[in-house]
């Protein structure tokens, strides 16, 4: 294409179809770039609300286990195939996936200070109002 825009055969035409098909490539990486931000972002949210509230309960560790291995896998692939955009959304995935399995790790024994909830009578354990059956030692709540 610029080699025949260069040797002066190029039509107006197909230099206009050019430059569109080139804006709207630019486009597309640009917005690349921020569905990167938006995921590698999105993880922060998820760690913050660990670290205020230290709670991991209902947080799968081994979901965030296998995403930080997969991803962290990917990153290395994405630096083989010298894919500078791919490279940086594996890093900028891994990283706070790797965070939030020491955060569900570091608090797994954390849970809400509810006071107004039933103790289990087996085992002394915080009951939600909900549950029929104590999570804990399996005693049938009152
Ligand atoms: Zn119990």
Redesign the pocket.
């Known amino acids: 294409m610029l080699d025949s825009f260069a040797a002066g055969g190029l039509d107006k035409n197909s230099l206009i179809s050019y430059l569109v098909k080139g804006r709207s490539l630019m486009f597309l990486y640009s917005l690349s770039w921020i569905a990167i931000f938006i995921l590698s972002i999105s993880y922060w949210f998820q760690i913050w609300k660990i670290h205020v509230h230290k709670e991991v309960r209902d947080i799968s560790l081994t979901y965030n286990l296998l995403l930080a291995i997969g991803f962290g896998i990917l990153g290395f692939t994405a630096y083989d195939e010298r894919s500078l955009i791919f490279f940086v959304k594996q890093i900028s995935t891994t990283i706070p996936v790797i965070i939030i399995v020491f955060q569900v790790i570091y608090h797994r024994d954390e849970h809400w200070k509810d006071t107004i909830g039933k103790k289990?009578e087996?085992?002394?354990?915080q009951l939600e109002r909900r549950w029929k059956f104590?999570a804990?030692?399996?005693?049938e709540a009152e």
């Open positions: 289990c087996g085992c002394s354990k104590c804990h030692c399996g005693r």
